[in-house]
Every structure is written in C-alpha cells, then in structure tokens.
C-alpha cells in the first residue's frame, strides 16, 4: 500500500516561509500572487494490503511525528502501490 500524506498549515497560523517565497516570485516578476502557503508531502510505502490497517498505521505515524497538531493539519491518500 502506498500512503500520500499531505501536511499543510492551519488557517490563520502566520507562514513566513510563504511570504518570502511569494516576496521571492514578486521579484521574479510573478506579480499577480496574492498569497502562498508551504507544505509537507510524504509518500510511504507499507508492506500491508489492508486498507484499514494501513489507514491506522499512517494516522499513528502523523500523530507521534509527522505532523504537529497544534499548528498543522493533514490529509492521506492511500492507494495499492502494484497497480503504479
């Protein structure tokens, strides 16, 4: 199973990362950006054919590490990876 996990910040926790890489394309001549947001994605690769269980494993991985709650929010994707 392949899971796709896609860590993004909450809406209204500031992103200064995303600032200055809107700051960045402004300069660039990329003028008509209003905002940017950066993120995390990770693609993990679990020896499990069980939907269900790989869905619980990746929730466990983004609770204990992959992603902070407090200030972040996340998204999974789960496909079975013999068919890519």
Sequence with gaps: ?????IVTLKSGVLDPQGEAIKNSLNALGFENINSVRQGKLFE???????????LKSV??????????????????????????
């Design 1 to 5: 199973m392949r899971a796709r996990i």
């Design 44 to 54: 993990i690769d679990i020896d499990e054919d069980d939907r269900e269980k790989s």
């Design 59 to 84: 929730k466990d991985m983004c609770r204990k590490l992959l992603v902070n709650q407090v200030i972040e929010k996340y998204s999974i994707e789960l496909d079975d990876a013999s068919k890519n």
